[in-house]
Nanobody, 119 residues
Framework: QVDLVESGGGLVQPGGSLRLSCAGS????????MSWYRRAPGKQHELVAR???????QYVNSVNGRFTISRNNTQNAVYLQMNSLKSEDTARYYC?????????????WGQGTPVTVSS
């Protein structure tokens, strides 16, 4: 069974920082494209950051320079370091693992962790 468990969300003031964690179980995260998505009420599901199995990372423009996605092979986890947080970052953040093979597509999701940025 594959599980992705997010943690680290919470309440933070604007300008503050949080680090989200996504612990993988039944999956070797280095072999997957690992992503963080977010969804706020009334808004569409949004890709925030992704680190590919090749190690290349990418970010949505609104968080570029503020967020950093990383992967720790020993911990079999991915992280999202969020700095200079804004109220617009308030959302539930989800961890995703994706892998395409010739005959099989793997796509796994965690249940999310809430982030609220407010003074």
């Amino acid at each position: 069974q594959v599980d992705l468990v997010e943690s680290g969300g919470g309440l933070v003031q604007p300008g503050g920082s949080l680090r989200l964690s996504c612990a993988g179980s039944g999956i070797i995260v280095v072999n997957y494209d690992m992503s963080w998505y977010r969804r706020a009420p009334g808004k569409q599901h949004e890709l925030v950051a992704r680190v590919g199995s090749d190690g290349i990372s990418q970010y949505v423009n609104s968080v570029n320079g503020r967020f950093t996605i990383s992967r720790n092979n020993t911990q079999n986890a991915v992280y999202l370091q969020m700095n200079s947080l804004k109220s617009e970052d308030t959302a539930r953040y989800y961890c995703n693992a994706h892998r395409d093979e010739p005959a099989v597509v793997y796509d796994y999701w965690g249940q999310g962790t809430p982030v609220t940025v407010s003074s």
